[in-house]
């Protein structure tokens, strides 16, 4: 693990102070007038968004793992070079980037109070066993009036770089079916569940296991929570597939780092570049692409 002592002494600030997380991660947390978020290096992670005086938005299981080589459950998963199973069949779903260590590349206030930091990974950070193609991902999260968490990925090699991708973002809600998605309304689906082909018709509403890639979808995705009374605001930009999730009854007991019943006060909305709603990317050398989610209480 990165020494907490030196980073903080290279990055920190009133406004970002690093510390040991859950499992001895290093981990980084902001704070502002806005409220305060955190995240790992490892995975560049965030763990957690609470706007000042809310409940917090994310969502972080609590029987969640931190520990190297497995994925974090809750907050915002970065899901890299592929989102779901490996096309090449050969590793575990949503890619390497989440189970990889990051480097931190900066940290700084904006003009407007706000804080943001960056970190980054490339080929030489990610276990061998993936034989990465030559990348650099860059994660910027930017705590001001809304959560930003933009991931910029660069072709650094000499040869098409070819992946899928998703900001996998947890959402905490005070009960997942008294609670209202929109947004998606007559937007196609493919159904991960019942593997079929739909159309949403009307509001996304929570009462079974739902797994749905939505296809050209870029507009804002709202998650109207009446009994926290509020509204989760979402909006993306890199994307055109939206990945809306719920495990519910029998998958989140199928899940050891997912409890039993914490289904009920969860929602998965995710900026992707799915593969299943032919959103997956091609990047000529040389070039460069930027995912981002935008999140915020209205
Ligand atoms: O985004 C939905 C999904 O692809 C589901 O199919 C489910 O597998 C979820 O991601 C969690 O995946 P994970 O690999 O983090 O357990």
């Excluded at 996998?168 to 309304?185: C, P, Q, R, T």
């Excluded at 009994?227 to 993306?236: G, H, L, S």
């Excluded at 039993?260 to 006060?265: K, L, P, Q, R, S």
């Amino acid at each position: 693990m990165e020494n907490i002592a030196d980073l903080q002494s290279r990055f920190g600030s009133e406004n970002v102070n690093f510390f040991a997380a859950a499992g001895d991660l290093a981990a980084v947390k902001l704070t502002n007038d806005f409220g305060e978020a955190s995240l790992t290096l490892y995975g560049a992670h965030v763990m957690s968004y609470t706007p000042a005086g809310a409940v917090p938005v994310l969502w972080m299981s609590e029987k969640s793992m931190f520990t190297p080589g497995e994925p974090i459950r809750g907050g915002i998963p970065v899901c890299w070079p592929w989102f779901g199973a490996d096309p090449a069949g050969k590793f575990g779903g949503h890619g390497y980037a989440r189970v990889s260590f990051w480097h931190m590349v900066s940290a700084a206030r904006t003009p407007a109070g706000e804080t943001t930091v960056t970190l980054t990974l490339c080929e030489k950070d990610v276990d061998a066993k993936f034989a990465p193609q030559p990348f650099k991902l860059e994660l910027t999260v930017t705590l001001g009036a809304a959560l930003t968490v933009a991931l910029k990925i660069y072709n650094t090699g000499k040869n098409d770089l070819a992946y899928s991708g998703a900001l996998h973002s947890y959402f905490n809600v005070a009960d997942a079916s008294a609670i209202k998605v929109l947004g998606l309304e007559d937007c196609e689906y493919s159904d991960k569940v019942i593997n079929v082909e739909g159309q949403q018709a009307g509001a996304i509403v929570i009462d079974r296991e739902i797994d749905r890639v939505y296809r050209r979808t870029s507009g804002i995705v709202k998650v109207e929570d009446p009994v926290f009374a509020r509204t989760i605001r979402i909006a993306k930009s890199g994307s055109t597939s939206t990945v809306v999730w719920n495990p519910w009854i029998e998958k989140s007991k199928r899940m050891p780092d997912f409890g039993d019943e914490e289904y009920h006060t969860m929602v998965c909305v995710e900026a992707a570049n799915a593969a299943a709603a032919a959103d997956d990317r091609v990047l000529v050398p040389g070039a460069m692409a930027e995912l981002r989610q935008m999140i915020s209480l209205s």
